[in-house]
């Protein structure tokens, strides 16, 4: 009996010391992004967060990505794929990842899971998100100011909180520089898809939006500014390149510094699931500099503003609480447009 209990013992220390960390072995990391990685957008911007990520870590992390991953079974089936293969931190980057993750992470307790966007959490999962109706509200003020008709146009993906919050945001920050101003909405029930973005930015620009913005995830709709001669803010990306004249500014996401604190954590053996909803001040978006045309007062305002966010003395939505705010399911006035149920 007490050679078999030793036995046991002998064996439960092996597999112990199995599951440990090879020391100096690096972290493998993998990304699994929604769209192509392509030159802006929402997955190019992951992926300058993921590099920023590598060039910090150096050879203590070895990176794996796998771009163009439709949500649903393909992302669980790549995930389960990531971690059998030995990864210790995968980073899901689309919304409709989480039930995936999950049901990974509850298979693979051992590997770490971070998702963008989620609402829900696990002993081995933990969500990030950033707070964009902040910058979404700095905007809207600018194209308020600089809109001569008073619409705008937003082109949206899907219907969830994120995405109405931007578009609340946007519509108070433009109906605080005119009151009389209209935000037009167009859903796209698609993250990526260049050929529908350019369509639904079309169709706004002929019900009469001389400034664009969008919530998805190509260049198309700031292609189709520049083409068509009205105004864009950007979102995501800087996308000045694609549309010089059109520009006013571009609400940019840097995922890099948080990228790369996760990831020492999972190597320091400090990782925990503590959802992070990161804003400006935190560097999880910033705005890209203005355009040439947009008046130097109107600048100062935003400027105005952005600091006034940064220091917390405003809140783009008041007093609403962080769960209130989380939950968003209805449109502020000035939209124009229905919510999908």
């Known amino acids: 009996m007490l050679q078999n209990l030793a036995r046991g013992s002998i064996a439960a220390l092996l597999a112990a010391l199995a599951a440990l960390p090879v020391h100096g072995a690096p972290l493998k990391v993998g990304f699994v992004y929604v769209s192509p990685i392509g030159e802006a957008g929402w997955t190019y911007q992951h992926d300058l967060g993921r590099r920023a990520m590598q ?6 992390a070895e990176v794996t990505v796998v771009e163009a991953v439709a949500e649903g079974p393909d ?25 995936p993750a999950l049901r990974v ?3 693979f307790p051992e590997v770490k899971f971070e998702h963008a966007g989620g609402y829900k959490t696990a002993p081995n999962l933990n969500t990030y998100n950033a707070r964009y ?11 308020g100011k600089t809109s001569k008709g008073g619409i705008a146009g937003y082109v949206a993906g899907f219907p969830v909180p994120e995405v109405i919050q931007g578009i609340n945001a946007f519509a108070i920050g433009m109906r605080e520089a005119n009151p009389q101003a209209q935000v037009k909405v167009l859903w796209l029930n698609s993250w990526f898809d260049p050929a529908r973005e350019r369509e639904a930015a079309l169709t706004l620009i002929h019900q009469g939006a001389d400034v664009l913005t969008n ?7 700031a292609q189709t500014a520049q083409e068509q001669g009205v105004k864009l803010v950007a979102y995501q990306s800087d996308m000045r390149r694609f549309a010089p004249q059109a520009q006013l500014t571009a609400i940019v996401h840097q995922w890099g510094g948080y990228y790369t604190r ?12 503590q959802p992070v909803w990161g804003g400006l001040k935190d560097g999880f978006i910033t705005l890209a500099p203005y355009g040439a045309d947009v008046p130097k007062d109107v600048v100062a305002l935003v400027e105005a503003k952005r600091r006034a966010i940064v220091e917390g003395s405003f809140k783009p939505f008041g007093k609403l609480s962080d769960a209130q705010i989380a939950a968003m399911d209805s449109f502020v006035p000035g939209v124009s447009g229905a919510v999908p149920k």
């Open 262 to 273: 996760a990831a020492r954590a999972v190597i320091a053996g400090t990782w925990k699931p």
């Open 75 to 99: 992302s669980e089936r790549v995930m389960r794929d990531l971690a059998a293969q030995g990864h210790g931190l995968v980073f899901a980057t689309s919304f409709g990842y989480l039930e």
């Open 105 to 107: 992470a509850a298979q």
């Open 55 to 60: 060039q910090a870590l150096g050879d203590q």
């Open 133 to 143: 109706y902040e910058a979404r509200y700095l905007a809207g003020l600018l194209a």
């Open 215 to 221: 919530h998805s995830g190509s260049p198309a709709v």
